[in-house]
């Protein structure tokens, strides 16, 4: 499987950006996709994650309420719908994507994603 993000760029505090990624290859092997960012100094961390099967949604404490990742099936497609980005928001973010039949409590762990695109730079003005 291969991922593409995009959408990343600059954008003031208080302000929305969209990022997106598209799959291609064996889709048919993902169960579940997700997004995770790296900080400038600091370690990558969990943002959001969906499974393509029943749409179940998951969010870090620091995005919810304000990002919103969503999934076109039929376009291969997942998303990142930032609201109300702050300066602590700034990272290269990734789209991951997990393979199928592995338990459910791996979506928010970014050790056991299968599959990682390029990062898109989201960079947040104070």
């Known amino acids: 499987v291969q991922l593409q993000a995009s959408g990343g760029g600059f954008v003031q505090t208080g302000g929305s950006l969209r990022l997106s990624c598209t799959a291609s290859?064996?889709?048919?092997?993902?169960?579940?996709t997700g997004w995770f960012r790296q900080a400038p100094g600091k370690e990558r961390e969990f943002v959001a994650s969906?499974?393509?099967?029943?749409?179940?949604?998951y969010y870090a404490n620091s995005v919810k309420g304000r990002f919103t990742i969503s999934r076109d099936n039929a376009k291969n497609a997942m998303y990142l719908q930032m609201n109300n980005v702050k300066p602590d928001d700034t990272a290269v973010y990734y789209c991951?994507?997990?393979?199928?039949?592995?338990?459910?409590?791996?979506?928010?762990?970014?050790?056991?994603?299968?599959?990682w695109g390029q990062g898109t730079l989201v960079t947040v003005s104070s």
């Open positions: 290859g064996r889709t048919s092997s993902v169960y579940a």
């Open positions: 991951a994507a997990l393979r199928r039949f592995r338990p459910s409590d791996w979506v928010i762990d970014e050790s056991r994603y299968d599959w």
């Open positions: 969906i499974m393509w099967t029943g749409g179940s949604t």
